[in-house]
């Protein structure tokens, strides 16, 4: 009963809503519904924040939540921008950017995992700033391509190198975080 608890609180189930959300998102931008997608991922965006505040108000966070909310994040992210590149609203060289950093971390947990008896990798204050630059970054393009406008395109041509630097700087900082975490382990 005990595991039960552990899936099925309100956090997760704000989380279980996001991984369900993206795949919509990702379906209305590739078919031309803007303003629908924008409103989406919009609501999509909210539920990370929602999950968040609810498993620390309320002190039920969990070993699945802990686990599950960078994956609907980036299954989230990943699938608009993945989206928005075939659609050729947003610039490929970001996107492949976005998506090397993203399996770069992965390689170096799967390695860690294997290797090391090491269990938690917390997210850093680099990848969480990360997160957020790109998340602006997909409501800018979102927005543009919803509205039209040229002070949106300046914003997402604006926003582009702060979220691109933050994404390189933080897959340099977790390779460095998990080469440290592994050689002590």
């Known amino acids: ?13 704000f989380t279980f809503v996001r991984l369900a959300l993206a795949p919509l998102v ?19 965006a909210a539920t990370d924040l929602i999950d968040g505040y609810l498993a620390r108000r ?19 992210l990943s699938g608009v921008f993945l989206a928005l590149a075939l659609a050729r609203s947003a610039p490929l060289w970001f996107v492949v950017l976005i998506f090397a950093r993203d399996l770069l971390i992965l390689a170096c947990s799967g ?12 997210p850093s204050a680099w990848g969480k700033a990360s997160t957020f630059f ?10 543009r391509n919803a ?5 949106l395109a300046t914003l997402c041509a604006t926003l582009v190198w702060p979220a ?14 998990g080469w440290r975490l592994v050689r002590v382990h």
Not at 1 to 13: A, C, H, I, K, Y
Not at 134 to 143: E, R, S
Not at 147 to 151: A, P, R
Request: charged share 10%.
């Open 1 to 13: 009963m005990n595991g039960l608890r552990n899936w099925f609180t309100v956090p997760n189930l």
């Open 26 to 44: 990702v379906y209305l931008i590739l078919n031309q519904r803007q303003l629908q997608a924008a409103a989406l991922f919009a609501v999509a």
């Open 58 to 76: 309320f002190h039920v966070a969990s070993p699945t939540g802990a686990y599950l909310d960078p994956i609907a994040d980036k299954f989230l």
């Open 111 to 122: 390695a860690a995992l294997l290797l090391t008896r090491l269990r938690a990798f917390p």
């Open 134 to 143: 790109q998340i602006l970054a997909a409501v800018a393009y979102l927005a």
């Open 147 to 151: 509205f039209g406008s040229s002070l």
């Open 164 to 177: 691109a630097a933050l994404t390189v700087w933080s897959g340099i900082d977790y390779g460095w975080r």
